[in-house]
């Protein structure tokens, strides 16, 4: 089984606290895999198997149980054990009430709560009001490209080859059994956003224009990293005769919203460095995977820096940064990145060779006046190169691998 040391290590860390450990992402990015791992570390550091109680809603056998059989079989569980009783609940938003079943558990103490789902519904303000401040967050994503690096073995090929083919297929860990397979791994990101649309959007919120949704969905897969209004979606749908007048701004911002919540989408505001706030206009939105993104649109080589700005920005959320769009003045920089102690400005272009880039680039972090590490990302292969403003110039690959 694929180690994935960046979310296994945050539920060690969490072993034995209080807190739930909520696990988040879109479907098929690993969260159930993660949990046999975690089953694993507790196994290697001799927790008895009888002490792991692992259920998936997803198995039929618990499709007609109810959060009170649930709640009945659990503690039956922890009266028969010596120590903690490690409870696993895969998929729980299947589970009618689960919430409630969770909050009465979580009382007791001698039972440890780690659950996943596919649908923001897990953290929403029911699930906050029940839980509020007694649970932990551990945002999953696909494969990130140094993941990617040690999951495949991709012998006797460059590390630009390398690159290419995750820009290509991305990160989704269920493609490996396909060996590149470009009709078969398009067949399975297929049945993955499929799944994705019936199981966490369509159904769950009982969508009927499911044609308007895989239109808007497109439309952001072929916008990403580019300024979005609802105002463009619709007239942009309209212009191409792909939607009636009849549609109302409320409906896009809806289906945008699904999508988010079922992890498809991230949406990022824009910052203003000077008035210091984020404002209410001209977000972005980027994938949760770019292989998933190439099966609506097909790889596009003029799309190439967007996708690198895509990766860069998964990159990012996957080291626990939060991400924000800066604006400064009329210029733009793709990204603020900041944690509790730290702030990093990254620009990313695929290339910098034209002087004109060069300085268009460089023009918005050298009007940033404080003394947080700014840089910029591209595809050129350049060693660390920085400039008087001490700005540094980064290959993009080596800063993903490093």
Same mark, same amino acid.
């Given at each position: 089984?694929?180690?994935?040391?960046?979310?296994? #290590?945050?539920?060690?860390?969490?072993?034995?606290?209080?807190?739930?450990?909520? &696990?988040?992402?879109?479907?098929?990015?690993?969260?159930?895999?993660?949990?046999?791992?975690?089953?694993?570390? =507790?196994?290697e550091q001799g927790i008895s198997e009888n002490n792991i109680l692992q259920i998936n809603f997803e198995d039929l056998k618990y499709a007609k149980m109810t959060y009170l059989e649930l709640n009945e079989l659990v503690e039956n569980k922890?009266?028969?054990?010596?120590?903690?009783?490690?409870l696993f609940l895969d998929e729980v938003q299947k589970l009618d009430k689960w919430e409630?079943?969770?909050?009465?558990?979580?009382?007791?103490? #001698?039972?440890?709560?780690? +659950?996943?789902?596919?649908?923001?519904y897990l953290l929403s303000s029911?699930?906050?009001?029940? =839980?509020?401040?007694?649970?932990?967050? &551990? !945002?999953?994503?696909?494969?990130?490209?140094?993941?990617?690096?040690?999951f495949y073995n991709l012998k006797n090929m460059t590390k630009g080859e390398k690159f290419d083919l995750y820009l290509k297929y991305g990160g989704m860990p269920g493609l490996k059994d396909f060996n590149f397979d470009e009709k078969m791994i398009r067949q399975t990101l297929d049945g993955i956003f499929s799944t994705v649309l019936v199981k966490d959007i369509v159904t769950h919120a009982d969508?009927?224009?499911?044609?308007?949704?895989?239109?808007?969905?497109?439309?952001?897969?072929?916008?990403?990293?580019?300024?979005?209004?609802?105002? !463009?979606?619709?007239?942009?749908?309209?212009?191409?005769?792909? +939607? #009636?007048?009849? &549609?109302?701004?409320?409906? &896009?911002?809806?289906?945008?919203?699904?999508?988010? #919540?079922?992890?498809v989408f991230y949406s990022v505001?824009?910052?203003?460095?000077?008035?210091?706030?984020?404002?209410?206009?001209?977000? !972005?939105?980027?994938?949760?995977?770019?292989?998933?993104?190439?099966?609506?649109?097909?790889?596009?080589? /003029?799309?190439?820096?967007?996708?690198?700005?895509? /990766?860069?920005?998964?990159? =990012?959320l996957s080291r626990g940064y939060n991400v924000s769009i800066g604006k400064i003045n009329t210029n733009e920089v793709d990204f603020i990145a900041t944690t509790y102690n730290d702030k990093l400005y990254v620009q990313v272009c695929e290339t910098l060779y034209s002087e004109e880039t060069r300085e268009r680039e460089l023009k918005?972090?050298?009007?940033?006046?404080?003394?947080?590490?700014?840089f910029i990302l591209t595809r050129d292969n350049v060693l660390v190169n920085t400039n008087d403003n001490g700005i540094k110039i980064l290959n993009v690959i080596d800063w993903l691998i490093n």
């Open positions: 089984m694929f180690n994935r040391p960046i979310y296994l #290590n945050q539920l060690i860390n969490f072993k034995d606290k209080e807190q739930i450990k909520v &696990i988040t992402g879109i479907r098929r990015c690993g969260k159930s895999s993660l949990l046999e791992l975690f089953a694993e570390y =507790l196994k922890s009266k028969t054990i010596k120590g903690n009783l490690y409630l079943t969770v909050n009465s558990l979580r009382l007791k103490k #001698n039972i440890d709560i780690y +659950i996943t789902g596919s649908n923001a029911q699930l906050s009001t029940y =839980l509020s401040g007694r649970y932990v967050e &551990i !945002k999953m994503q696909p494969l990130i490209f140094s993941e990617f690096l040690t969508v009927k224009d499911v044609s308007l949704l895989n239109k808007i969905t497109s439309f952001l897969a072929d916008n990403i990293g580019n300024p979005v209004s609802l105002n !463009k979606i619709k007239n942009t749908l309209l212009s191409e005769q792909l +939607i #009636n007048k009849g &549609i109302h701004l409320s409906a &896009i911002d809806n289906f945008i919203n699904l999508l988010e #919540n079922a992890f505001k824009r910052y203003d460095i000077k008035g210091k706030e984020h404002l209410k206009t001209q977000g !972005k939105y980027y994938m949760a995977d770019i292989g998933l993104r190439n099966f609506f649109l097909g790889f596009k080589d /003029i799309d190439r820096g967007h996708i690198l700005e895509n /990766i860069v920005f998964l990159e =990012l918005p972090l050298q009007s940033i006046k404080d003394n947080y590490e700014k």
